[in-house]
Structures are given as C-alpha cells and as structure tokens.
C-alpha cells in the first residue's frame, strides 16, 4: 500500500469540536461569561470573511457500520470524544487554522478541537486518479 496521500488540500479547514459536557460543573455567571467569549470568537471569524459555515450538532444521533449496514444508537453524548459541532473555515494553511482555534474560549474548560484540512477528494479516489496517471 502506497503511503503518499494523493489527496490536494482545497484552501478551507474544518474544525471540529470535541466534548459535549465541558460546560459540567460552571456556575451560570461562569457559563454566560464563557459564552460571551465563545461568541465574540465567532464574531472574530465572521468579521475576517473566513467563516464559510458553522452549526451546532445534537448529541444523539446514529451509527451505520458494517457490509450489512447496521444501524444502533450512537452514544455520543457520554463521551468526551463526541462531535458538539463544526466551523468551516476559508484558511489556506493548517497552521493558521490551528492558530484561529487555539483562541477558542471553551479550550480552557476541557473541549478540543480538530482541525482538518478539506480534501479535493477522498483518499481511495485520490489514489485510483492517481493509479490511472501513472499507469497511462
């Protein structure tokens, strides 16, 4: 198996925010605070034009794994791992998009955040376009 990703970076990131229950344990004066933050940190995006979309998710949801499609309840909302949301972001460099997440605010109460360049392709395509250059 070729280890090259032939995948192309499209110039927009994906931030994807972990935890759900990181707010657990803050005071109402503590949570309306931290969200102000939050939001000010939105509004920071919004105002450089990179914002390409954002949304909450719910913490339910389902899962489809497997040939046979198996389909069960996910169990997202008791991980620390599960997917609260996502920002969309126009940024050309990870390292810049890794900067804009660093000043999230609810960084500091437990939450992560990935951060993922946007493919042209997926990879099995990417490699297939790839196999069909080479092999010409």
Same mark, same amino acid.
């Given at each position: 198996?070729?280890?090259?990703?032939? #995948?192309?970076?499209?110039? /927009? %990131?994906?931030?994807?925010?972990?935890?759900?229950?990181?707010?657990?344990?803050?005071? $109402?004066?503590?949570?309306?605070?931290?969200?102000? !933050?939050?939001?000010?940190?939105?509004?920071?995006? #919004?105002?450089?034009?990179?914002?390409?979309?954002?949304? $909450?998710?719910?913490?339910?949801?389902?899962?489809?794994?497997?040939?046979?499609?198996?389909?069960? !309840?996910?169990?997202?909302?008791?991980?620390?791992?599960?997917?609260?949301?996502?920002?969309?972001?126009?940024?050309?460099?990870?390292? /810049?998009?890794?900067?804009? &997440? #660093?000043?999230? $605010?609810?960084?500091? %109460?437990?939450?992560?955040?990935?951060?993922?360049?946007? &493919?042209?392709?997926?990879?099995?395509?990417?490699?297939?376009?790839?196999?069909?250059?080479?092999?010409?």
């Amino acid at each position: 198996m070729n280890d090259t990703n032939t #995948q192309t970076a499209t110039g /927009e %990131h994906l931030l994807l925010i972990r935890g759900t229950h990181w707010n657990s344990g803050l005071s $109402p004066a503590e949570l309306q605070r931290i969200m102000t !933050d939050f939001y000010g940190w939105v509004e920071g995006l #919004q105002s450089k034009s990179i914002l390409r979309g954002a949304q $909450p998710l719910m913490e339910e949801g389902k899962l489809v794994s497997g040939a046979q499609s198996l389909v069960t !309840d996910g169990v997202f909302a008791e991980s620390k791992e599960a997917i609260a949301g996502y920002f969309l972001l126009s940024v050309a460099s990870t390292d /810049e998009a890794v900067k804009l &997440a #660093q000043a999230c $605010p609810i960084l500091a %109460h437990g939450a992560q955040i990935e951060v993922r360049p946007i &493919a042209d392709l997926c990879r099995p395509m990417a490699d297939v376009k790839a196999n069909n250059t080479t092999n010409s």
